[in-house]
């Protein structure tokens, strides 16, 4: 029979090109059906483990908006159980999570246009949502507000506005949970699953002309980099900035300069 009309697949064990009507590999006997199955179990069973890890993950962001009076204690236990948890199923699963703490074909010229190019973003996107809080919802956000009472309220907004973030949310979603999704679907469907689950905890819908754009952004830059750690860097320069502009608006930054 000629080959080309014939239709093959690979093995999910040897990666071998069999014949699609095999029930068995010829190359290393492996039962197909046994397999799939087991292929399907283990997607099954990721998709457990993302829909408890959100789980989590909502609970706590809601929790924060139920609490009737937020305080520093509420914020950083609420921030302390969420990166407890990013790092709990981040290293149950420490195996083929670790790779990407890599950081292969590192580029300092590349980190430092990012950067840049952060920060030019997220001051736009603080002009634009602060317009937007005052014309629609007729209030300035603060972020400082529940902070500037302490000593050292603005190295804690700094360390829980910026730092925390930027390490913990990454290795939360696109660390550990863009690899569960890998598992699942491809890359294309993983960037946008995790942008949107990332959008949804942050419980801010004014938020998603900026929020999801930026968490796709990053997405693709993980898949791209094959690292979490330029994402890291250019989410903590993005609210680093926001946060800077919270002490220091745009408008007196312009009346000291000029």
Not at 86 to 92: E, R, V
Not at 138 to 144: C, E, I, Q, R
Not at 197 to 216: E, T
Request: hydrophobic share 50%.
């Amino acid at each position: 029979m000629d080959k080309e009309n014939l239709s093959f697949k690979l093995c999910q064990n040897c990666q071998q090109e069999i014949l699609l009507s095999n029930r068995f590999c010829n190359h290393c006997g492996k039962s197909q059906l046994e397999i799939d199955k087991q292929v399907h179990e283990n997607k099954w069973l990721s998709l457990q483990q993302v829909a408890l890890f959100f789980t989590i993950e909502v609970l706590c962001c809601a929790s924060s908006f139920l609490i009737e009076e937020n305080n520093l204690f509420t914020l950083y236990f609420l921030d302390a159980v969420m990166a407890i948890s990013a790092i709990a199923f981040f290293g149950y699963s420490w195996i083929e999570n670790k790779i990407i703490l890599k950081w292969p074909n590192f580029s300092f010229l590349k980190l430092t246009w990012l950067i840049i190019a952060t920060i030019l973003t997220s001051v736009v996107v603080t002009f634009l949502v602060n317009h937007l809080n005052r014309d629609l919802l007729h209030k300035d956000l603060s972020y400082y507000s529940i902070f500037e009472f302490h000593k050292y309220g603005r190295y804690l907004m700094f360390a829980s506005m910026a730092l925390y973030p930027a390490i913990f949310e990454e290795l939360a979603y696109r660390g550990y949970l863009m690899q569960k999704l890998l598992t699942v679907v491809d890359e294309k469907e993983a960037v946008y699953i995790s942008s949107v689950l990332f959008f949804i905890i942050h419980f801010s819908f004014l938020s998603i002309f900026w929020l999801f754009p930026f968490a796709l952004f990053l997405g693709y830059l993980r898949i791209k980099t094959k690292t979490i750690w330029y994402g890291v860097f250019v989410h903590f320069f993005f609210n680093l900035t926001a946060c800077f502009l919270d002490l220091y608006p745009l408008e007196d930054l312009y009346k000291m300069i000029f």
